[in-house]
């Protein structure tokens, strides 16, 4: 009797096949968009200006924001960075594969200069995704990739979302479902003095961070900077921007008392819906039960309270959904910025273009 082979050749395998054919795209300077555990990537081979200039055009980023550089084995890091020091060093060994990006000292003429829009430093990181860290390695470059959006819009965290932004303007798409966080990485700088700065609040906390560092860790003061405004400029270069941001008009609600709160937003819901607008709100499982009288076209649940890995995973798809639905008129209640609470509150914020109410108790 001839024996079936009835383990797949790996040449058969239908990812292994998406992959080698990604990674030639991208070694021979086009652009792919896959996965990583926080939100989908435009990657481009970090070495090829035409590779890098066609990732801005593509988003129609602003040139002056830079990118990150996605590696799948620190050996990588040799060949790109001028040295690392011991707290930078203890953070990768600690999050490294995971969402966070760290600030370090860039090597000249290594990396296309448009990758680090013209700084002496480069943000890199090793992402916690199969398909980010197969890709990586197959293509056996550094990848630079920012979220795989429009600039200014919510990043994407499905397949869909890449197309619905970016169909026509990349050469391929490595679908590997719904990423995991749902927010970015963290990005962060050691400084000179020890400390370090955190430049934008995502998937590795404070607290983890804080755990680990044994120094203090800072966060950047004008990472909550009004966009365009007057306020202390953020000290890395894509927090300055509206990001994240729905079309309907997004406000966020925050008081002490869950049932203030809610009673402004049924109110400010009436008068919109009067007005002719179609509104959205976005709550805490929580606190679903005190806007049984209200009327509002799209209902958004961020889960609960305590569980705020859910509200971090769902924040952008609900924010699409939005769009999705032709809403005019958004409210969001807040959560505690602790924990994941503060990269989901900033990204609230961001979308909100910091339009917030707060309801003195
Ligand atoms: O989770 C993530 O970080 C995702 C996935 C795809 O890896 N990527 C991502 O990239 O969010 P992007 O381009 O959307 O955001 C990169 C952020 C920007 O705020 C940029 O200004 C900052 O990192 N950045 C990049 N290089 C920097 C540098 N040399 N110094 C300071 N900030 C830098
Ligand atoms: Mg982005």
Known sequence: ???????????????????????????????????????????????????????????????????????????????????????????????????????????????????????????????????????????????????????????????????EDLEGHIAGIVDGGATGVGVESTVVQVQPNGSVLV???????LEQLRNVAGVDIVT???????????????????????????????????????????DLITSHLKEATSRGEKTGLLVFDEHVNLYCGSVVSSLQSMGSLSHLETAAHRLYAILRQMDDEDVTFILSETCPEEGLGAAVMNRLQKAAGMAVIQLNS
Request: proline fraction near 10%; charge should be neutral.
């Open 199 to 205: 430049l934008r609040p995502g998937g590795i906390t």
């Open 1 to 163: 009797m001839k024996s079936e082979i009835i383990a797949e050749h790996t040449d058969n395998d239908p990812l292994q096949l998406a992959l080698e054919e990604a990674a030639a795209l991208l070694q021979r300077g086009d652009i792919v968009a896959f996965p990583t555990e926080t939100v989908y990537g435009l990657g481009a081979n970090a070495r090829m200006t035409e590779a890098v200039e066609a990732v801005f055009r593509a988003k129609g980023r602003p040139s002056d924001n830079p990118l990150i550089v996605h590696i799948a084995d620190v050996k990588q890091l040799d060949e790109m960075v001028v040295s690392v020091d011991n707290t930078s060093r203890r953070l990768m060994e600690a999050f490294w594969p995971g969402p966070l990006t760290l600030v370090l000292p860039v090597k000249p003429d290594v990396l296309s200069p448009r990758v680090t829009a013209g700084l002496d430093t480069v943000a890199i990181r090793m992402p916690d995704h199969p398909i980010a860290l197969r890709l990586i390695a197959r293509a056996n470059c550094p990848v630079a990739a920012p979220s795989a959006n429009r600039s200014g819009r919510p990043s994407p965290t499905l397949a869909s979302h890449v197309l």
């Open 220 to 262: 950047d003061p004008g990472i909550t900077a009004a966009p365009h405004g007057e306020n202390q400029a953020p000290r890395s270069p894509g927090m300055k921007y509206t990001h994240y941001a729905p079309k309907g008009k997004l406000t966020l609600v925050q008081g002490d008392s869950p049932s203030g709160v809610a």
